[in-house]
């Protein structure tokens, strides 16, 4: 598949699959199985594996904007395309001895029949998932890990769960080792409702694991390199790909504020309110060089990815920082812009508003961002 065939099938999903039932699905708290069927069947759940295991080995150029169009017709699926994205590319990167049973998973990926999903988060140690409290013990080659992760996107619906523990012999907080558990690993169960304000569609409930054994071909990274895989495997992927999912949101909240601008009348003075008011005017258009100022910086993350420099990380750290405070800002505008009508649910602009707010929390959050940013400034250890 090409780049613009993903982009393209992407497209055609979201119009034909994810917009007309985004707002039932939030409103019922419902995952939608239907998305992800059509993704896979779109060959878009392989996006970024090699041709070789079937996949279509394109990289972030594509999962931007394909991720994108995703959030701007449905923030929750976008969100579980990311997370399944960032489990395969973990996945995709197992140590050798992990062959045996990643090589099917994989193939399974990218037949689009198996979506995955990371399990970092921990009720313990809660935002800060590079510190899991849990600790792997060793069980024969294997080991048993037994966990409460706090919030897993998919959870339920997710055929496997790439997962941290502390290694069994690891001193240090950040000595963690990554697994990938089958969801019918016995000892798994999803532990809990998904009630979120925002991304309510994506099923991010707690997973517990009870005394769960893990053969040694589960584990994906060495011995206390899980923190590692986290740093320059997921962090990337996952700030490149929230902040996509933010411009989606700030695309789509800028359509349906000038949708509305448009269409609702102050029929006493025959006009439109975009007509009639110049304030209002004037919002949609800090909205939208806001939006547009956040797709420039995304495309400079994508530069920096295919031509890493010293910026790059400092990028990485800004793109999702930045993106988190203005998906907040363009959809809090289009929501005091739209008045009454967004504030009564007549329109879609409060659900990208709820779905705006998922991105500054989830991990890492804007604040340790921030802290992360300034420390690099300083030339202070980050950790
Ligand atoms: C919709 C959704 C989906 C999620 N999906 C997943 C998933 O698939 N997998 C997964 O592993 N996790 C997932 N998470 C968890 C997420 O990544 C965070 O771990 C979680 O949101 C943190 O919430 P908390 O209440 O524990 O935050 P806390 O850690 O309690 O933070 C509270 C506040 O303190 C601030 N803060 C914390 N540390 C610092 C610091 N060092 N400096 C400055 N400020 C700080 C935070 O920014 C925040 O404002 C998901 C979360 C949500 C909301």
């Not at 099938?9 to 998305?35: C, M, T």
């Not at 496997?160 to 240090?172: Q, W």
């Not at 919002?283 to 806001?290: G, P, T, V, Y």
Request: hydrophobic residues 45%; neutral net charge.
């Amino acid at each position: 598949m090409t780049h613009e065939a993903a982009v393209l099938r992407a497209r055609d999903i979201a119009g034909r699959v994810l917009a007309p039932s985004a707002g039932q699905n939030d409103k019922a708290g419902r995952f939608s199985i239907e998305a992800v069927d059509s993704l896979g069947k779109a060959g878009l759940l392989g996006l970024m594996l090699p041709v070789e295991l079937g996949g279509s080995g394109l990289g972030p150029r594509t999962l931007a904007p394909v991720t994108a169009i995703l959030a701007e017709a449905d923030a929750s699926v976008a969100m579980v395309y990311l997370m399944h994205i960032l489990g395969a590319a973990t996945i995709m990167r197992a140590r050798p001895t992990a062959a045996p049973t990643v090589t099917p998973i994989l193939q399974e990926i990218a037949a689009g029949r198996h979506l995955s999903t990371l399990a970092f988060s921990e009720a313990g140690s809660r935002s800060h998932f590079w510190t899991p409290m849990s600790r792997a013990h060793r069980n024969g080659s294997g080991v048993r890990i037994t966990a409460k992760k706090s919030w897993v996107t998919s959870a339920g619906h997710a055929q496997s769960y790439v997962v941290s523990a502390l290694a069994p012999e690891g001193k240090g907080p950040t000595d963690s080792t990554l697994y990938v558990l089958p969801a019918e690993t016995r000892g798994l169960s999803v532990a809990g409702p998904w009630d979120g304000l925002g991304l309510r569609a994506n099923a991010s409930a707690p997973i517990a694991l009870d005394n769960c054994e893990v053969p040694s071909h589960f584990q994906l990274t060495e011995d206390g390199a899980g923190f590692q895989a986290m740093l320059n495997v997921v962090l990337p992927l996952f700030n490149l790909g929230t902040a996509a999912v933010a411009l989606g949101l700030c695309r789509a909240a800028v359509a349906g504020t000038a949708s509305h601008l448009k269409s609702a009348k102050f029929e006493h003075l025959g006009q439109s309110l975009g007509e009639s008011l110049p304030t209002l005017r004037a919002q949609l258009a800090a909205m939208q060089i806001d939006t547009d100022g956040l797709s420039a910086r995304i495309d400079d993350l994508i530069e920096h990815f295919e031509k890493p420099r010293e910026t790059t990380m400092l990028r990485v750290l800004e793109t999702k920082a930045a993106a988190g405070d203005i998906a907040i800002a363009v959809t809090s505008a289009a929501m005091r812009i739209c008045g009454g009508a967004a504030f009564s649910k007549h329109m879609s602009i409060e659900r990208l508003f709820r779905d705006a707010h998922a991105g500054a929390v989830m991990a890492p959050t804007g604040d340790v961002l921030r802290e992360f940013i300034a420390k690099l400034l300083l030339g202070m250890p980050l950790f």
